[in-house]
């Protein structure tokens, strides 16, 4: 629907709640661990040339951008039956990607995937964002009539 400031400021701003709820969950959960990336563990290179020095020295478990994508995936599906799908086809693929990459375990981007379905559950308890996730889900349904 092309989102934007401007355009979908109800569920631009509905995701970045989401997103900096994900990333407080990504600081507990990964202050707990210290596993080594897989491209680290196994001295190869990253699949992303360089960025072995920029991504080397942050632990593996749970994946950080697993939890991010599943959070957004979770809360595009509260809001968009229609597509839900296909949301949560991407959202699931996005942390394969990481596998894929030798970024992650497989079992770091399923927990990620837990830790972000947990966080979700405790946010959607809070009343203020069951008020963000309505207004965006209002202004997806009046962007589609149109």
């Known amino acids: 629907v092309g989102l934007s400031k401007e355009h979908t400021p109800a569920i631009v701003k509905y995701l ?3 997103y900096s709820y994900a990333g407080k969950s990504i ?18 290179p990253s699949s992303i040339p360089g960025d072995e020095a920029k991504y080397g020295q942050f ?7 697993t939890i991010g994508a599943w959070m957004l995936t979770l809360a595009l599906t ?6 839900e799908c296909e949301i949560i086809s991407e959202g699931y693929e996005l ?12 079992s770091d981007v399923d ?28 202004e997806l349904q009046e962007l589609r009539s149109k």
């Open 16 to 18: 970045e709640v989401t």
């Open 111 to 138: 927990a990620g995937r837990m830790v972000a379905s947990v966080a979700f559950a405790k946010i959607v308890s809070d009343k203020e964002y069951i008020k963000l996730m309505n207004l965006a889900r209002k």
């Open 27 to 44: 600081v507990k959960a990964k202050g707990s661990y210290s596993r080594q990336r897989p491209f680290s563990y196994f001295g190869q």
């Open 95 to 106: 942390g394969q990607s990481r596998v894929i990459t030798g970024f992650h375990y497989q």
């Open 78 to 83: 509260a809001i968009d039956d229609e597509h």
């Open 59 to 65: 632990t593996s478990y749970p994946s950080g951008h």
